[in-house]
């Protein structure tokens, strides 16, 4: 079968089309065949090999498709289901041996295409909005890069809840998509000298309950400063770079600021959960209370421009590969 292989960290470059045996099912596994393939930040960290993994690998953590082998003695799964998961790895390909566990049925009204695109980023703002900082009808957030695929998926979520979004974004484009969305207010980059001041004039000089970050290194000063008393800054990515170490004597000062690094997989830790989780966002977009934005879609070989158009913070919504 074709998949894209890394045999060394680096660039986007070193991603890399293969042809490889087709996955054999082990114990408690499924094969999956892979009609679409999300494309996340966590690629680009495993690319780069800030999150290291043993080489060589088959990227990718994100998937949809129709079960088409099982493993010894599999229970709860069978052959032809149509399935996604996330956090297993060997998605960048045309199948994927997947622990039985970490499959997520899907629902009829949402296509292998939807369910590719909102797993991962879907569940990822379920925990951020219902746990990290569960939101409160009435109060105000701020989110960053509010027309991609994460920031528009938070936007709908906290306006769904009955919260007020500002959302950040760099073009009128964005703007116009963010506010789609649900956004009360967009504030641009690019015209704009004190993101945190911009903050505060449009919260009477409170700030916000919480500042849902996944642009990290450029965006984390404003994000401390554009905190009302005891909020909440959730660090959740890292797009612009990894923020410099944080002298705790600043959230004090930010008037006992909360900071935290969560990561979805502390949030779907066991399958309980999981399809908990998973059934909520799917049950929104089934529902039409979530729409998924799906920004570009490229054949498996063009993973490298994938991961290039993603970095570049050139796209919207979520991009796919498509094997």
Known sequence: MQAVQITQYGGSEVLTAADVDLPVPGPGQAVVEIAATGVNFIDVYHRLGRYPTPLPFIPGVEAAGRVVALGPDVT??????????????????????????????LPDGVSDETAAAVLLQGMTAHFLTHDVHPVRAGETVLVHAAAG???LLLTQLV???????????????????ARGAGAAEVIRYDQVDDLAAQVRALTGGEGVAAV??????????????SLRRRGVLALYGAA??????????RLMQAGSAVLTRPTLGDFVDSR?????????????????????SIGGRYPLAEA????????????TGKLLLIP
Not at 80 to 91: E, S, Y
Not at 214 to 221: C, E, I, K, M
Not at 240 to 249: I, M, N, T
């Open 76 to 105: 709860g799964v069978a052959l032809g289901d149509r399935v996604g998961w996330v956090l297993a790895p060997g998605a960048y390909a045309q199948a994927a041996a997947v622990p039985v566990d970490r499959l997520v049925p």
């Open 212 to 225: 849902y970050d996944g642009v990290g290194a450029s965006t984390f000063d404003a994000s401390l400063a």
């Open 304 to 315: 490298a421009r994938a991961h290039e158009d993603l970095t570049s913070r050139r796209t």
């Open 240 to 249: 612009s770079g990894p923020v410099p170490p944080v002298d705790p004597l």
């Open 159 to 177: 306006t769904h809840l009955g919260g007020r979004v500002i959302g950040t974004v760099s073009t009128e484009e964005k703007e116009r998509l």
């Open 149 to 151: 695929g994460m920031g």
């Open 272 to 292: 309980q959960e999981l399809l908990e989780r998973a059934t909520d966002v799917l049950g929104w977009v089934d529902a039409g209370t979530l729409h998924v």
